[in-house]
């Protein structure tokens, strides 16, 4: 079945890039997300890319995406600390149906 | 924008009995909607896909019997935990699609069900 890996840990310091990496495994994926969540809330959609582009760019976030290797990063710049979060990377293989997320990357922000 | 609204946002119910979770789209229509559960420090594991008007279509291993899901309608969809046990306490989110063709899934703020 499909497989979406991510790092589980990534920790910056304020000001700096951060950039969270991902791959998946199913080449049929079409869509591919990323999601924010905070402690106790549910997950806010941050971004996503079709399986046709490269690279995605909405202000502070740019999404990279090479579909040769099924590897996907996001890149947050001028990490500030209130992007602290769990992010998830997820894929669909159409826009109706359903996603399946990696584990999470847990992002600390250090003043 | 598009809004999902999950309620309850915490519930502690007693062993056996019963919670209903319901997961409304707000300011759009949504043929399909999606429950998640998530255990912690972990990923959402897709629990059952809820289809309006059908019969909802579960992922291997989830049990249909103890999660009733009911999607009456285009804007509400239900999850009921039946015969609650310790171990059904999670995090339970849900997901919708927009019926008007937009992309991304829109998801609730989740509930925390903890079972006493």
């Known amino acids: 079945g499909e497989d979406v890996e991510q790092s589980l840990f990534l920790s910056v310091r304020e000001g700096d890039s951060s950039v969270i990496n991902c791959t998946y495994t199913?080449?049929?994926?079409?869509?591919l997300y990323w999601y924010k969540q905070e402690p106790g809330a549910g997950l806010q959609l941050l971004t996503y890319?079709?399986?046709?582009?490269d690279m995605k760019q909405d202000q502070r976030l740019t999404v990279l995406l090479n579909k040769k290797d099924k590897h996907l990063s996001l890149r947050i710049a001028d990490t500030q600390t209130g992007d602290s979060a769990i992010y998830f990377c997820a894929e669909s293989r159409t826009n109706a149906g359903k996603s399946t997320f990696g584990d999470g990357t847990t992002l600390t922000v250090k003043p | 924008g598009a809004v999902v609204s999950q309620h309850p946002s915490r519930v502690i119910c007693k062993s056996g009995t019963s919670v209903k979770i319901e997961c409304r789209s707000l300011d759009f229509q949504a043929t399909t909607m999606f429950w998640y559960r998530q255990f912690p420090k972990q990923s959402l594991m897709l629990m059952a896909t809820s289809n309006e008007g059908s019969k909802a279509t579960y992922e291997q291993g989830v049990e249909k019997d103890k999660f009733l899901i009911n999607h009456a309608s285009l804007t509400l969809s239900t999850l009921t935990v039946t015969s609650a046990h310790p171990e059904d306490s999670s995090f339970y989110i849900c997901?919708?699609?927009?019926?008007?063709?937009?992309?991304?899934?829109?998801f609730g703020q989740g509930t925390r069900l903890t079972v006493v």
């Open positions: 997901s919708a699609r927009d019926s008007g063709g937009r992309t991304e899934a829109f």
């Open positions: 890319i079709f399986s046709n582009m």
């Open positions: 199913d080449s049929s994926s079409t869509y």
